[in-house]
């Protein structure tokens, strides 16, 4: 079993910038995709960036060119950092794992808190 610890979310205002870290505990074997998700009060939850173990990345279009998504292979850390930070970027921001053996496994993370606001 996987289990996904989300870390650096926080208040800042409209312009700032802030990075998420995702360290995974226990085994990451079979993991193929990693993943950042938000969802805002009142709204569904949505992709807003992913990587792949080959380092194929993925955006969601609000956040295309002020957010980027990386993984430091060596400490099994997967980051977001988010540049120009808008209010609309305010949401719940979770972290996700699939991995891919006989099935189709996705993990989640408990979720880290952004608010954007003056």
């Known amino acids: 079993q996987m289990r996904l610890v989300e870390s650096g979310g926080g208040l800042v205002q409209p312009g700032g910038s802030l990075r998420l870290s995702c360290a995974p505990s226990?085994?990451?074997?079979?993991?193929?995709?990693w993943g950042w998700y938000r969802q805002a009060p009142g709204k569904e939850r949505e992709m807003v960036a992913t990587?792949?173990?080959?380092?194929?990345?993925d955006y969601a279009d609000s956040v295309k060119g002020r957010f980027s998504i990386s993984r430091d292979n060596a400490k099994n850390t997967v980051y977001l950092q988010m540049n120009s930070l808008k209010p609309d970027d305010t949401a719940v921001y979770y972290c996700?794992?699939?991995?891919?053996?006989?099935?189709?496994?996705?993990?989640w993370g408990q979720g880290t808190q952004v608010a954007v606001s003056s």
């Open positions: 996700s794992a699939r991995r891919v053996d006989i099935f189709t496994t996705n993990y």
């Open positions: 226990g085994s990451i074997f079979g993991v193929v995709l």
């Open positions: 990587i792949t173990n080959s380092g194929n990345t």
